[in-house]
């Protein structure tokens, strides 16, 4: 065989050799690729979570209303008196004072001469009355004898008339001067607490101005405003629990349901004893919810709950550990437990930590622990 022949025969025999091989390796190859792929759509657990099923638990049954707190009765303590001169001011803001205390005191001088001139004029309409009763009773026994007139006899007896009108008259007097001397002692009209003051040492005084006010027994009432439409469910004697402005709790009883309701907000007052206040002041705000009853509801921690564009949803987890959102409406809160009110079974396993790391769809890896 010539030289050029055999050199062909050779690349000849290559070509169909690594044609071969290539055949051959074709296969592991792609199968190799495959592997790769199936690993690589594997789905993997993108978070670790914690789940929870619903609880059905016996919540109350509420109203929810905002109101103000205010003094169930406020006295207003006033001067009755007319120029008279404010000597002392015996209480101030915040005392506790009893039925009958003296809280201030006026200037009494004038009024004290003024009483002792009128108790002289009743000692002397007194002896004049005497005087005129003894001439009377003499002028009647001369009646029958006929030795003295019956005019004269008349007169005896206006004049006795005349005495005892007089005498009861400055009487009068004398008792209209007690009172006035009275009105110099300011008294508290009732126990309770001192509210208000603006008695002003050594200020004359008019009838009527004010100068102290009183809450009643330092009792206390909130007036919460509540929609018409919740107004039938509450009774009075229902229990209400209140959370004042700096997260105070107090507890309450209804006392009256308003008759009216406004026209303009639809919403009517109802007023509610606050027998033990503690810290709550007249004038906070508070907000209040009635127990109206009770009903059984299906709960979740607080945590299992996401609010997402105005929305509440969890996350609900399947038996293949994906994680489906799930739209749920919400109801009243009571420690960190919160009522689901729809969109959930009672079967349903929830996400109950870790939900708001979490997008539809992802799979979860459960931890132990969980209740499912």
């Known amino acids: 065989m010539s030289t050029p022949f055999r050199r062909k025969a050779t690349v000849l025999m290559a070509t169909v050799l690594g044609l071969a091989g290539a055949a051959g390796r074709v296969p592991a190859a792609n199968e190799k690729a495959a592997g790769a792929s199936a690993v690589a759509s594997a789905p993997r657990a993108s978070l670790t979570v914690t789940v929870t099923t619903p ?80 001439n009377a009773d003499r002028a009647r026994q001369f009646q029958a004898s006929g030795a003295m007139s019956a005019q004269q006899i008349q007169q005896y007896v206006t004049s006795e008339a005349t005495a005892q009108a007089r005498v009861a008259a400055v009487r009068a007097r004398v008792r209209a001067d007690e009172v ?14 001192i509210s208000s003051r603006t008695a002003t040492l050594g200020a004359v005084l008019q009838p009527g101005q004010e100068l102290f006010r009183l809450i009643r027994r330092e009792r206390l009432e909130w007036r919460a405003e509540v929609a018409a439409a919740e107004l039938v469910r509450l009774r009075p004697g229902m ?26 907000t639809r919403s009517g007052l109802v007023y509610v004893d606050l027998p033990k206040p503690g810290a ?27 609010l997402r564009d105005g929305f509440s949803y969890v996350f609900r987890v399947g038996a293949d550990n994906k994680a489906q959102q799930v739209k749920v409406a919400v109801g009243q809160r009571q420690g960190d437990r919160i009522a689901v009110t729809a969109g959930l079974d009672a079967k349903a396993s929830v996400v109950a930590q870790g939900a708001g790391f979490l997008a539809d769809g992802d799979v979860v890896r459960v931890v132990a622990g969980s209740t499912r």
């Open 280 to 306: 709550a002041k007249a004038g906070m705000f508070a907000r209040g919810e009635f127990v109206v009853g009770e009903q059984e509801v299906l709960t979740l921690p607080q945590s299992a709950v996401l």
């Open 180 to 193: 006035r001397l009275a009105q110099t002692r300011i008294l508290a009209p009732d126990d309770g607490v």
């Open 55 to 134: 609880q059905a638990t016996r919540w109350p049954q509420t109203v929810s209303a905002n109101g103000n707190i205010a003094a169930w009765q406020e006295a207003s303590i006033g001067a009755e008196a007319q120029g008279v001169r404010l000597i002392d001011v015996l209480v101030n803001v915040g005392d506790r004072v009893k039925r009958g205390q003296v809280l201030a005191l006026l200037a009494a001088d004038t009024l004290n001469a003024d009483a002792a001139a009128t108790r002289a004029s009743l000692a002397e309409a007194e002896a004049t009355l005497t005087e005129a009763a003894a």
């Open 239 to 264: 229990n209400v629990m209140l959370t004042t402005a700096g997260g105070l709790p107090v507890t309450g009883t209804v006392r009256m349901v308003a008759p009216t309701v406004d026209a303009a």
